[in-house]
């Protein structure tokens, strides 16, 4: 079964480093999504990304957050100088923009920690 | 923020069904209602959606009341692996971005 893959699975920066999270969204998919998850908080919407540009963000999502489709398959998440408060899990996901289905269903990657120091 | 309120934790014996109530009063008519769940720190998994009609896939099925303000989703036959915290989510279709509450976590117990 087609699945959205993340890597790393796991990074530690120190504060003001920049981070680079990749993602391969599945292969057919039109749209991408990055939300976050703090520790024991909600999951969190951060930026959709359709026909290589941003299509919706989040209040979240300010100068230090930049995302882009370097290639015809690997979609990142880059965060310019990292804070201690970016420390948390960061998912990739992907949905197929079929019309007349229209499901809407999102597939979500396992994750990538991020953690701050 | 999420338009649903749902229980903060609930409870199923094993082989038992699992019935998650979500209460969306503020739905309007060309809203979806989406369930998710994620098990652990898992990334979240669909599970089923419907607009107005009850809904059944090989997961769950999908009970909607008929003035739509709230719904059920039921496990049929809820298994250990099925303890995961439960979002229901109100969006339009499509690939409206999903906002996530605090979610039902579900404890499938031996």
């Known amino acids: 079964e087609p699945e959205v893959t993340q890597t790393p699975s796991h990074q530690v920066t120190q504060m003001g480093q920049e981070v680079i999270l990749r993602c391969v969204p599945i292969?057919?998919?039109?749209?991408f999504y990055w939300y976050r998850q703090i520790l024991g908080q909600k999951v969190e919407f951060l930026v959709s990304?359709?026909?290589?540009?941003?299509?919706?963000k989040s209040e979240i999502f300010d100068d230090q957050f930049s995302v882009e489709r370097p290639d015809g398959s690997n979609f990142t998440l880059k965060i310019r100088s990292t804070k201690l408060e970016d420390s948390a899990m960061y998912f990739c996901?992907?949905?197929?923009?079929?019309?007349?289905?229209?499901?809407?269903?999102?597939?979500f990657g396992e994750g990538s920690r991020l953690t701050v120091l | 923020d999420a338009k649903t309120t749902q229980p903060t934790s609930m409870d199923c014996a094993e082989g038992r069904a699992a019935n998650l109530p979500c209460n969306h009063s503020?739905?309007?008519?060309?809203?979806?209602v989406y369930w998710y769940r994620q098990i652990h720190s898992q990334g979240p998994q669909y599970i089923i959606h419907?607009?107005?009609n009850n809904e059944t896939n090989e997961m769950a099925s999908l009970i909607i009341t008929e003035d739509r303000k709230s719904s059920t989703l039921i496990l049929p036959h809820a298994t250990l692996r099925d303890t995961a915290v439960y979002y229901c989510?109100?969006?339009?279709?499509?690939?409206?971005?999903?906002?996530f509450g605090k979610g039902t976590r579900l404890s499938v117990i031996a």
């Open positions: 419907g607009l107005k």
């Open positions: 292969s057919n998919h039109l749209y």
């Open positions: 990304f359709y026909n290589n540009e941003i299509s919706e």
């Open positions: 996901a992907s949905s197929e923009s079929v019309v007349e289905r229209d499901t809407g269903e999102l597939f």
């Open positions: 989510i109100v969006c339009y279709s499509g690939n409206t971005p999903l906002v």
């Open positions: 503020t739905i309007s008519g060309n809203e979806y």
